[in-house]
């Protein structure tokens, strides 16, 4: 179990053109790396082959939608998400969008995309040790 043998765990994402990326992660002692691997491959297996609970996806949602209206409460901020919508060609009425279809998102959805691109063989690892 990844909580276990992990002081932290957590995952962020990087769009880009191409590719952009989804990074899982977590924080362990040297002598947990293998299992901490171990766990965190394994709940990623799980994102790729059963449901989230309600209770995850409602928790999910809700923390999405108060980061990103936290985040974007400076001028600085919303200027720079409304600049990237339409450097990446979706349009400055993109951004507005964004807690729209975050409550749109079903476990069936989350399933679907975890199976399209939370693959091993698309995957890499990497260890920082001390």
């Known amino acids: ?19 952009g990326m989804y990074v899982f992660y977590a924080g362990t002692i040297p002598q947990k790396i293998t299992e901490a691997k171990q766990a965190l491959f394994e709940e ?18 809700n923390n999405l939608i108060g ?7 400076s001028n600085k901020s919303l200027c720079f998400s409304l600049g990237m919508s339409e450097l990446y060609g979706l349009g400055y009425k993109n951004f507005y ?5 975050i409550k749109a ?5 989350i399933k679907e995309i ?8 698309a995957s890499s690892t990497v260890i920082v040790k001390p």
């Open 1 to 19: 179990m990844l909580f276990r043998s992990a002081y932290y765990v957590g995952s962020f994402s990087h769009e880009g053109f191409d590719p």
């Open 44 to 61: 990623i297996r799980l994102l790729r082959h059963a449901f989230v609970s309600n209770a995850e996806l409602d928790l999910a949602k």
């Open 67 to 73: 980061k990103h209206r936290i985040t974007h409460q």
């Open 97 to 101: 969008e964004y807690e729209r279809r």
């Open 105 to 109: 998102v079903t476990k069936e959805s």
């Open 114 to 121: 975890a199976q399209k691109y939370f693959r091993k063989s």
